[in-house]
């Protein structure tokens, strides 16, 4: 019935997949264990069994001497996939150059910045951060931050925030309805700003349908964009918790596409 755009997906070389995937669930260590195994041949053929035709894709450095190189395989995944995926750069706060690789994420024709503040341990407001969050707002490109966390202090609601508030033009897109694990706390303070949009990646296998339709509504679906977080979750039945919720036709098509196409310029 709709185009499905899965904007969310973690994608990793086959010779580390097994082990990159490990150490996710490592760090969410109260998730379930079922998972896919990383790979790009895992996520079309799983997505497509799921009916998701294109796929945001990207990785998370936590040594800033692997930025270049996961960027690399990220474009070169981009390449092969014909037209199937977009995809992000990484870059790390310790990083030597930040300007030299922003700049050598936009040569390789990546469409955007993914931080995890939680993984790579930094504050999401830190200095160095707001460096790479003032580049993406001078060069029109969007930032997805992995958002929320109630064991730790790095990405809360309030820090992202102060973000919004220094970069009015900044086109953030906070991960998780912008707060996994503080969804409402999220909401509540974020849902005002007009620079922020959300993924609803990670957040159905934790709340009611009753609770997931009031956070669409409280981000209205001119903000919410469909994903999974692959490979931690069967891409199906995030599809279907979405249909669940019996939306209105138009609100289905931004979701599930037009919302991510407009972002990320699919």
């Known amino acids: ?34 998972h896919y195994d990383g790979t790009t041949a895992t996520l079309v053929k799983s997505g497509a069994m799921a009916g998701i035709t294109h796929y945001l894709v990207h990785s998370v450095a936590t040594r800033p001497h692997q930025v270049s190189s996961i960027n690399r395989f990220i474009a070169a995944e981009v390449a092969a996939s014909r037209g199937a995926f977009t995809g992000l750069g990484t870059m790390h706060l310790d990083s030597e150059d930040l300007r030299r690789d922003f700049e050598e994420l936009q ?9 995890h503040p939680d993984i790579q341990r930094f504050e999401a407001d830190a200095p160095r951060a707001m460096e790479i ?20 202090d790095y990405s809360n609601p309030q820090r992202i925030a102060r973000i919004l508030r220094a970069f009015p033009r900044l086109q953030f897109v906070g991960a998780h309805f912008g707060g996994w694990s503080v969804w409402d706390e999220a909401a509540r303070v974020l849902a005002d700003f007009d620079n922020i949009s959300v993924d609803c990646s990670s957040t159905f296998y934790a709340v009611t349908p009753g609770k997931a339709r009031e956070l669409v509504r409280a981000w209205t679906p001119d903000r919410v964009m469909f994903g999974t977080d692959y490979p931690l979750w069967p891409q199906q039945r995030d599809v279907d918790a979405l249909l669940a919720m019996d939306l209105d036709d138009a609100d289905y098509r931004k979701i599930f596409w037009e919302n991510a196409e407009r972002v990320y310029g699919i």
């Open 133 to 152: 969050y003032g580049m993406c707002e001078d060069a029109g490109l969007p930032v997805l931050v992995h958002t929320g966390d109630y064991r730790y």
């Open 107 to 115: 040569a390789l024709g990546l469409r955007g910045v993914k931080l």
């Open 1 to 34: 019935m709709y185009n499905i755009y899965d904007a969310h997906c973690h994608i990793y070389p086959e010779a580390i997949s097994l082990k990159a995937v490990a150490a996710v669930d490592t760090f969410y260590d109260h998730l379930p264990a079922e």
